[in-house]
């Protein structure tokens, strides 16, 4: 009786599985955007001035011993943007990891996040029209991707123009918000 019981749960189970589609596969829910921003230089502005960015909220945001930011910018003496990971501004242990790299394709070509090449807990210059990609691990305690596969979210940055007067960094950011999916395209990704 015992036996029949299980063989029956196991077939239940498996019908269940199987009409819900593919049990492993992940599937993206959120849209990817580009939006323009601006922020302003870590060094020589007020520090109540947005000089970090909140990928996954899209949105420039102050920067701050709370680590509530994925990278930071500021200016070098060349007139260059400079973007820092959040491990190189605010040195604690709830920092997330985050990588960058530049990318031979520009800013409307980069369809894809890379797989490989990053580089972790380093600053980048990010000249006029090159395109810089950020991996940012979001898998702590309450965060978006804490069960997820891949933790990462990507983004691609493109600086577009640098004022050095007001110290400001004008930029387009590309986000695909889904835990480990390194697809730009418009739309809710696939890949």
């Known amino acids: ?12 189970t498996a019908a269940l599985i199987s009409a819900c589609g593919d049990p492993t596969s992940i599937k993206a829910s959120l849209l990817n955007s580009v939006d323009t921003l601006s922020v302003f230089a870590l060094s020589g502005t007020p520090p109540n001035y947005p000089s970090g960015v909140a990928l996954l909220s899209r949105q420039p945001v102050h920067v701050d011993g709370f680590a509530l930011f994925d990278i930071a910018f500021d200016i070098n003496a060349e007139g260059n943007a400079v973007i820092y990971p959040v491990k190189m501004i605010v040195a604690s242990g709830s920092s997330r990891p985050v990588a960058m790299q530049t990318i031979a394709q520009p800013f409307e070509l980069g369809t894809e996040a890379p797989k490989t090449g990053y580089q972790s807990d380093s600053a980048l210059v990010a000249t006029i029209g090159k395109t810089v990609v950020v991996q ?56």
């Open 1 to 12: 009786m015992k036996a029949r019981i299980a063989v029956i749960a196991a077939g239940l």
């Open 136 to 191: 940012s691990a979001h898998n702590a305690a309450a965060d978006l991707c804490q069960f997820a596969i891949n933790p990462n979210i990507y983004a691609k940055i493109s600086v577009d123009s640098v004022n050095l007067a007001s110290r400001t960094i004008y930029f387009r950011m590309g986000v695909d918000p889904n835990c480990g999916f390194r697809s730009f395209a418009a739309g809710i990704p696939t890949s």
